[in-house]
């Protein structure tokens, strides 16, 4: 990633447009350990009231890491998901700003003012801004991650729309074949049985043992092997990843003759069209229909 400075994110010949307040809501318990709450926005002076010096000083405080000053201008009434334009068409705000350059304070403090996670943030609509757990997951910044994951605004199992496709943040940090230690801060409680098993065969499909291992910790309502979209088997074969597939065969409620969801192309089909004698062997010994 290329050096980011405060000139990077401010475009003060952009006409700054009114933004509406945050809505006022209890303030919201996040992050790791017990830090100060802080108060919701204020619909004071400045909200709506944006003037080019207000934005730089807003941006600066930021990207200079001066959280004092943010409070102060939070304190004064600034609304925290105005934008500034890096390009006509790329915008950027507050939050991810500081999550790119791994100013996890800042990000801390800002994920503790109630509705300061808004629509791109849930990857609702992706047009130009991205989703703040998508930034942090890209950014490599395992403390946002967690804050993140822990803010009950996100949703965790929420699939976004994606140059790689329809993936929740775990399945595509998975995808992205990023570090198990950052899947470790993704797969928390809050996963739920479709996202597991979905980040299951994309897991076996990369030949990722470890994630593999992690994910058939769960029961069987926790996760499922033998999902038509995951096909785990179907993907490790594909991929020729044996080691996969052996594990995969340790599991009582594997079907043998699982296939992908738009497929009719079983494990042993590939293996066969792949010319994998392991493979086919092995299948055949855990009990494949030739047929």
Same mark, same amino acid.
């Given at each position: 990633m290329s050096s980011l400075t405060s000139n990077?994110?401010?475009?003060?010949?952009?006409?700054?447009?009114?933004?509406?307040p945050i809505s006022i809501q209890p303030p919201v318990e996040i992050g790791l350990s017990s830090s100060t709450v802080r108060s919701p926005?204020?619909?004071?002076?400045l909200i709506g009231q944006y003037t080019?010096?207000?934005?730089?000083?807003?941006?600066?405080?930021?990207?200079?890491?001066?959280?004092t000053q943010v409070r102060h201008m939070i304190d004064r009434g600034v609304d925290p998901t105005m934008v500034s334009y890096v390009t006509p068409r790329k915008k950027e705000r507050a939050l991810n700003i500081a999550i790119e350059l791994g100013l996890n304070e800042i990000v801390k403090e800002l994920l503790s003012?109630?509705?300061?996670?808004?629509?791109?943030?849930?990857?609702?609509?992706?047009?130009d801004e991205d989703p703040a757990l998508l930034n942090a997951i890209d950014?490599?910044?395992?403390?946002?991650?967690?804050?993140?994951? =822990? @803010? %009950?605004? !996100?949703?965790?199992?929420?699939?976004?729309?994606?140059?790689?496709?329809?993936?929740t943040p775990l399945q595509y940090s998975i995808s992205e074949e990023n570090d198990d230690t950052q899947f470790d801060v993704l797969y928390t409680d809050r996963i739920d049985k479709r996202n597991r098993s979905r980040a299951l065969g994309l897991a076996a499909e990369k030949g990722n043992e470890y994630i593999v291992r992690?994910?058939?910790?769960s029961n069987d309502d926790e996760i499922d092997i033998n999902d038509e979209h995951s096909a785990p088997?179907?993907?490790?074969?594909?991929? =020729? @990843? %044996?080691? !996969?597939?052996?594990?995969?065969l340790t599991r009582s409620d594997l079907d043998i003759n699982q296939y992908k969801y738009g497929s009719t192309e079983t494990a042993l089909n590939i293996a066969i069209q792949d010319g994998n004698e392991y493979l086919v062997q092995k299948l055949l010994d855990n009990g494949a229909d030739v047929n």
């Open positions: 990077s994110f401010i475009d003060t010949s952009t006409p700054i447009s009114s933004h509406s926005v204020s619909q004071q002076v080019p010096s207000i934005k730089e000083e807003w941006f600066d405080a930021i990207v200079n890491n001066d959280i003012i109630p509705g300061i996670i808004i629509r791109e943030d849930l990857g609702i609509l992706i047009v950014s490599d910044n395992n403390e946002a991650i967690e804050l993140l994951m =822990n @803010h %009950p605004d !996100i949703d965790v199992n929420h699939r976004i729309t994606w140059y790689t496709g329809s993936l992690r994910l058939l910790e088997l179907v993907r490790a074969v594909r991929h =020729n @990843h %044996p080691h !996969i597939v052996d594990i995969l």
